[in-house]
């Protein structure tokens, strides 16, 4: 028994005596590796420091790149096809007439109205009389020649003569015409003249009476001749 005891306090000693050592080779393989690991990591941060310029100018070449392509392409920006699908309205199909009726519109359009409707009545009122001389009128520029005609050849017929001889044209007054209607019908026709209202066939004065009432002015009779008025000239008597 005593010799068990003896042995293990044996190997208990010798077990004391190599727990040392192998600390202290244990302590000297991890100063090795700390050591090892910080060359590591000084060599490691020399080669980054190294290349980060390198790095940085080729990332600011790229960016430099990608720049330039972007305005030559004028900045636009890629966009989804889908995207600009959705942002297109939708074009409305344009309306077309039938052809008919374009040229149905088209014709009444450009072609004119060939008949005018005839007005029921026109009305010319002037206000102040137009009094027409004697040397402004080419009527009586024919007068001399239609006397020395009846003088020299006594048998001229009445209806040669498109205007009464001065002798007639001597007795008629002044004709103030202020006043024209003229209407398609006989009846509703009349002349304001020299103060009054006058219709066709109504005596005027003396041998003098009113005719017939035309568009443009008055056909007066005198002594059985015909005399034309112009609504805007009147007629002045001859002195």
Known sequence: MSYILDALKKSEQERQQQAPGEADTNSLVGVGWVATSSETLSSTSAQLSALLPGLLLGLLVALLIVAGIWFMQGGDVPVLQSQVSESQPPIAEPLIKPVSEVQVSRTEALTPKTQAQTPESQVVDTTKPVLVEAAEDSSFDEQPADVNLVESNPNVTRSQRTLPPLSVLRTVPDLIITGHIYSSMPEKRSVSMNGHEWSEGELISGNLYLKEITPDG???????????????KGWQAIQ
Not at 223 to 232: C, F, Q
Request: hydrophobic share 45%; no cysteine.
């Open 218 to 232: 008055i056909v007066v009779e005198v002594d059985g001749w015909n005399l034309p008025v112009k609504r805007n």
